[in-house]
């Protein structure tokens, strides 16, 4: 999972800056939170959170609380697949109260943790990048109209779904 993300994320915004590389690969080797965003700025020598969701707005990403809920629902749901676990059980084993999981998935995605099974990790996966191209051109980012490397596009057998595409 982590290196699909990653690729799929860098092929979105193949311009980014050093500070933002770095929040985005500890979100994803962290599988979701890395702190708070002032702990992050601070870290990063930016100041402040608000300067931090400036640097982010500007990369034409979500902020990072937004980041951290997309990349945990990726993981819950690529976790599901590989593990055949229950995300009950990944909300125990996680020390989470399940009932704020399938909260979290819901307000995500916008669908409950059954359709987001039923659509794959992949589809969780096209929906954040979604996500993603809005926000680009909000922010005046230009859009990336080409495909995903196959590192980034590799189907789950279970779930064969068309490649992903940025455009």
């Avoid at 399940?98 to 992949?122: F, I, M, Q």
């Amino acid at each position: 999972m982590l290196e699909r993300v990653l690729v799929a994320i860098h092929s979105a915004r193949p311009g980014l800056s050093g500070p933002v590389r770095a929040v985005i690969e500890a979100v994803v080797l962290a599988k979701g939170s890395i702190g708070t965003a002032e702990s992050v700025a601070d870290a990063l020598g930016l100041g402040n959170r608000f300067r931090l969701a400036r640097l982010l707005k500007h990369a034409g990403l979500p902020p990072l609380h937004r980041m951290t809920e997309w990349v945990t629902v990726l993981n819950w749901s690529e976790c599901a697949e590989r593990q055949h676990v229950s995300l009950c059980w990944m909300a125990f084993h996680s020390h989470r109260h399940p009932s704020a999981c399938y909260r979290l998935v819901k307000k995500v995605t916008g669908h409950g943790w059954e359709d987001v099974l039923d659509n794959g990790s992949a589809w969780v996966l096209r929906q954040f990048l979604n996500e993603l191209r809005k926000r680009a051109g909000s922010s005046g980012q230009h859009r990336v109209t080409t495909s995903l490397p196959p590192a980034a596009a590799a189907k789950d057998a279970r779930h064969p779904n068309p490649p992903l595409r940025l455009s």
